[in-house]
């Protein structure tokens, strides 16, 4: 007796019920295949045959016009069945119904309509409160969310807070908002990070270009350059290398390319550069 596999049996298995199952309904009785669908016998006999036209022939193939009309006017149909049917453009994923950005989370309209029946955007409305304002504008809700002078945020962009000493934090000392002063410094730095004031910090970068000006006949400024970090912030484990000390302006030309921070590098700067806010010079990588 023959010993055969797992995968022989399956494939024996499988050829077997190809021939008793599936065969004998795939071939008519006049033993045609695709179930007798191009068999005169059959279409004579009316229960198969619809392959076959009225003159005996494959109808994707007679010859006569009566076919060949027939034919025309199936794919002329299909062609206008498939023809692109213009559709309304997309609504944006980011926009509510009624336009708000955000999905409609500052909407007054979806607020409204939230009580009534629930949104199928979830966060629509979300940040309106029962008075129909903002929560962050509702004296109401959130009490001194505005400031004396009707700015919201507590006054954080407040000019008449920040002159009183009140509020006014996201303004910088040249009376704008930090994010839009021209400044290098107000615009991409922030006390915390750089240790010492935004004023100390200017008059440590504005020392350092007057050096670099004074030593290269360049007409650097601080709108001008480029604020680099001296020893990467990959070589940091903590927020260290945010230091003013750390931080050198370049010329945009100047500041291109990689460099590899060696270990004279770590001793240079460990010894003449960290937290040290005497040392003028632009250091150049060894």
């Not at 559709?87 to 926009?95: C, E, F, I, R």
């Not at 604020?227 to 003013?244: D, E, M, R």
Request: glycine residues 6%.
């Amino acid at each position: 007796m023959n010993d055969f596999t797992c995968v022989e049996l399956f494939f024996i298995s499988l050829s077997l019920c190809l021939r008793t199952c599936m065969l004998p309904h795939m071939r008519c009785v006049h033993n045609v295949a695709k179930n007798g669908y191009l068999c005169k016998l059959c279409w004579d006999m009316g229960v198969r045959g619809k392959g076959v036209c009225i003159h005996r022939k494959h109808r994707h193939r007679c010859s006569f016009p009566e076919c060949r009309a027939l034919r025309i006017k199936i794919k002329n149909s299909k062609r206008e069945k498939l023809q692109c049917v213009p559709a309304d453009p997309p609504q944006d994923p980011s926009t509510c119904p009624h336009g708000k950005s955000r999905q409609g989370y500052y909407c007054v309209q979806c607020h409204d309509n939230r009580l009534l029946s629930p949104s199928h955007i979830k966060s629509a409305g979300l940040g309106i409160c029962v008075h129909r304002k903002r929560f962050a504008h509702c004296q109401v809700c959130k009490p001194g969310a505005i400031c004396e002078h009707g700015i919201a945020n507590k006054g954080y962009l407040c000019l008449q807070c920040f002159d009183q000493g009140t509020h006014g934090k996201g303004i910088c000392r040249h009376r704008k908002q930090m994010h839009q002063c021209p400044s290098m410094v107000c615009k991409h730095f922030t006390p915390r990070k750089l240790g010492v004031s935004l004023t100390v910090a200017e008059t440590f970068l504005q020392a350092k270009i007057d050096l670099w000006n004074a030593k290269t006949f360049d007409n650097l400024t601080l709108e001008s350059c480029d604020l680099v970090y001296i020893k990467p912030l990959t070589h940091f484990t903590t927020s260290a290398g945010y230091h003013i000390s750390n931080i050198q302006p370049l010329p945009k030309r100047a500041n291109g390319g990689t460099h590899t921070w060696t270990d004279a590098d770590e001793d240079f700067w460990r010894t003449h550069i960290d937290h040290n806010m005497q040392y003028y010079d632009v250091y150049v990588h060894i």
